[in-house]
């Protein structure tokens, strides 16, 4: 607690690794009084969830998430923002047919927040979807993902047995408004 | 959708870089299906982060992020799982202390998450913590840490401006059960 927050500029980058989905770097910064600090940095596109929920259930998808040795992660409708040109909302809504096969007429935003700033510039947007309808068009056979309807009423038991940082977040939120 | 979520066995692991806070690698899995897919993997010691409140004032913490590049992001108090043989709750309550100068008598674990489970291993665990006082010894010189002290009646208003992922989940769990 010896210093304050402080502003910052960036004195150098090198790029450590480069992947497919994520990358890092490795970035030099000074700050005001002159400290200067290296810091490890996990870039990735960033993420859309979506809660999507109708007067009776939450539409939820159980999927394996392999880095975790989880079979079936049960998480909100989600996906990253990787393709060019499309926002944070039409990826909502282009995952939330391709997971779920739904179209929502409303969608309210509920959180932007960033998944683990120490380490990471991934940002991650939540949106609320309601009046919910089949959607027309393909689902992605390609994912390999089990649709789960949650009884609205349990709402506080999922977010017990909830373990998907994006998910709690989405769900506390819709648990805070209701 | 053409699949169900199914367990998987993992075929072989590459380390691709090797840093001082994260690693990554680069895995191979095969599903029960025959199915043989990679993952690029970040590996990081997990966190903890606490909620820490008195009958007027949650305690929080503002700190420059560079790989986001914020000067003064706004958290609950945390820390890395870093330390040989320290659980979750012990880091919690060294870092309460080094962090914000406070013990608390009473624990509770709130959440257990992950923070990013398509592309990181990284857990967090969320306590909450009461019953404060001011703690003894030292806290940690080397950080470049305000305290917040945030009235605990304009918790809603916190959560708006709140843009980090491990204290949305805190706070908003303190909104549930308050």
Redesign the interface.
């Known amino acids: 607690?010896?210093?304050?927050?402080?502003?910052?500029e960036?004195l150098g980058s090198e790029t450590?690794?480069e992947?497919?989905?994520?990358s890092?770097r490795?970035?030099r910064?000074r700050?005001e009084d002159g400290e200067e600090?290296e810091?490890?940095?996990?870039s990735?596109h960033g993420?859309v969830a979506v809660v999507a929920h109708d007067d009776e259930c939450i539409y939820l998808v159980?999927?394996?998430?392999?880095?975790?040795g989880?079979?079936?992660?049960l998480?909100l409708p989600a996906g990253?923002l990787d393709q060019e040109g499309e926002d944070a909302l039409e990826t909502g809504k282009r995952e939330l047919a391709e997971?779920i096969?739904k179209a929502a007429e409303h969608w309210e935003h509920l959180?932007?927040?960033?998944?683990?700033?120490?380490?990471?510039?991934?940002?991650?947007h939540v949106y609320l979807a309601t009046g919910l309808s089949d959607a027309e068009g393909e689902?992605?056979?390609?994912?390999?993902?089990?649709?789960e309807a949650w009884p609205l009423e349990r709402l506080?038991e999922l977010?017990e047995q909830?373990?998907?940082?994006?998910s709690?977040?989405g769900l506390?939120?819709l648990?805070?408004r209701l």
């Open positions: 607690m010896a210093s304050v927050s402080s502003e910052f960036r450590a690794w992947g497919k989905i994520a890092v490795v970035d910064f700050h600090v810091r490890e940095i996990v990735l993420a159980r999927q394996p998430r392999e880095p975790i989880v079979p079936d992660l998480e990253k997971e096969g959180q932007t927040y960033w998944s683990s700033p120490g380490f990471s510039d991934e940002e991650v689902t992605d056979e390609d994912e390999r993902i089990d649709i506080d977010i909830c373990a998907d940082g994006k709690l977040v506390l939120e648990r805070r």
